[in-house]
C-alpha cells in the first residue's frame, strides 16, 4: 500500500479514529472531554487528559475526585455548552438545565441526564505534553438499565457523532 508522508501533525492526527465524549463532573463544575481512556482493569483506572488553563482542571487537582458521566445524542447541546464555555463564568449546571444528583463516594455531583455515572478518585496526576492526565479508581457508579451504548456520542473532526453499523 502507498503512503503520502507528511510531518503535518494537523494532518495526522485528523485521520485518527473518532474520540469518545464524555462530561467530567468537578465540585460545581462540568468540562466536556474526549481525551478519555481505561488506563487498567485491575484495579479499573480511568484516565482524563485535561489543560492545565482550564478552570476543572484546578477543581480536579485540589479535591482528587471527579466524575466521568457518559452522555447520549439527547442532550449534545449542553455538551457543546459544557465543551465551549469556562466554568470560571458559567454556572454550567444552571446554563445548561442538567440536574445535579448525590454521588455516592465522592463529594462532587453526577449528572442525572447521564445514563452512566463513573465515580473516581485521582490516583496519580501525570503531566504528558500540553495535558495534565487525572487516573482515577473507579470507586462505584450507576448505569441506567435502558442504557443504549449505540447513543454514545463520539467526536472526529470537529463534528459530534453516533457509534455507525456494526461489522459483520
Do not use: Q
Not at 140 to 152: D, F, L, Q
Amino acid at each position: 500500500m502507498d503512503k503520502d508522508i507528511t510531518k503535518d501533525t494537523t494532518k495526522l492526527l485528523s485521520v485518527f479514529p473518532a474520540f469518545p465524549t464524555v462530561l467530567i463532573s468537578s465540585e460545581e463544575n462540568i468540562i466536556t472531554v474526549t481525551l478519555i481512556h481505561i488506563f487498567s482493569f485491575k484495579p479499573y483506572l480511568i484516565g482524563i487528559g485535561i489543560k492545565p488553563e482550564r478552570y476543572s482542571h484546578g477543581l480536579i487537582k485540589e479535591s482528587k475526585e471527579f466524575v466521568v458521566n457518559i452522555p447520549t445524542n439527547e442532550i449534545l447541546p449542553a455538551v457543546i455548552f459544557c465543551g465551549t464555555k469556562s466554568g470560571r463564568e458559567y454556572d454550567k449546571f444552571k446554563e445548561t438545565g442538567l440536574t445535579k444528583e448525590r454521588s455516592l463516594e465522592v463529594r462532587c455531583a453526577s449528572i442525572k441526564e447521564c445514563p452512566v455515572n463513573l465515580e473516581c478518585a485521582v490516583v496519580e496526576e501525570l503531566p504528558v505534553g500540553d495535558r495534565t492526565w487525572f487516573v482515577g479508581e473507579v470507586l462505584e457508579g450507576r448505569i441506567a438499565p435502558n442504557y443504549n451504548p449505540e447513543k454514545m456520542l463520539l467526536y472526529w473532526r470537529g463534528v459530534y457523532r453516533l457509534v455507525g453499523e456494526p461489522l459483520k
